[in-house]
């Protein structure tokens, strides 16, 4: 069966840090990839995704995720971190296949930034 | 811009209610789907429909139950509310694998 692990709960860094967020995944086929961004009372905010060819992403707000086959895992980075990103951060992966259509999320990984 | 809609934002009600959760979404989506997610936890399907008149359960049991009567529109009822039911339920769409659009939640307070 897919799932999703993100090993931190917790994390914080200085604004203007560089920011790593780990995400492994398990997965029998080639995986569709995500990440999400949840900010307080809000809903989920599609932040990039993988399918397929260039295995480092670039997505929206400056974020990217390198996909690693041989690792199971699709972590999230960002060069320099800003207030604003602080946030509730999800991984998933989609679960497709015929008339399936779904999206298994690991349990999040909240980011905390220190002025 | 996402154009998926929940309603209302913030719901409190008492032990025995019978309640509707609106979810609508304008992109023409066939698939839509109800999470649960409680505070600090990862979010759990509840209910997924892949298009008109087509509902299933998703991975987590949930006594609440959907209907798909309009390709735009999701409803989520629960007959009986409890204190159980107590949780934040958000709604998705997608067309394709490209990953869902979320509305911003309904979260539900059972008294």
């Known amino acids: 069966a897919q799932s999703v692990t993100q090993p931190d709960i917790h994390i914080t860094v200085s604004e203007g840090a560089s920011l790593e967020l780990r995400c492994n995944y398990s997965?029998?086929?080639?995986?569709?990839l995500f990440w999400y961004v949840q900010s307080p009372g809000q809903g989920l905010q599609l932040l990039l995704k993988?399918?397929?060819?260039?295995?480092l992403v670039q997505g929206i707000k400056g974020f990217e995720a390198e996909f690693k086959r041989s690792q199971s895992s699709f972590n999230l980075r960002k060069p320099s971190v800003h207030w604003s990103d602080a946030a509730e951060y999800f991984c998933?992966?989609?679960?497709?296949?015929?008339?399936?259509?779904?999206?298994?999320f690991g349990t999040g990984t909240l980011l905390a930034v220190q002025p | 811009e996402a154009d998926i809609y929940q309603t209302p934002r913030y719901l409190v009600i008492g032990t025995g209610k019978k309640i509707t959760l609106e979810c609508s979404q304008t992109?023409?989506?066939?698939?839509m789907y109800w999470y649960q997610q409680d505070p600090g936890m990862e979010l759990h399907l509840i209910h997924y429909?892949?298009?008109?008149?087509?509902?299933e359960k998703g991975d987590l049991s949930s006594e609440s139950t959907v209907s798909r009567i309009r390709t735009e529109h999701f409803p989520l009822t629960l007959e009986s509310a409890r204190p159980s039911h107590t949780s934040q339920y958000l709604c998705?769409?997608?067309?394709?694998?490209?990953?869902?659009?979320f509305g911003q939640g309904t979260r539900l307070t059972v008294v």
């Open positions: 998933a992966v989609g679960q497709f296949g015929g008339a399936t259509n779904k999206l298994i």
């Open positions: 997965y029998g086929a080639t995986p569709y």
């Open positions: 992109m023409g989506h066939d698939k």
């Open positions: 993988y399918f397929s060819g260039d295995t």
């Open positions: 998705a769409s997608s067309d394709q694998p490209g990953g869902a659009f």
């Open positions: 429909s892949y298009g008109v008149n087509s509902t």
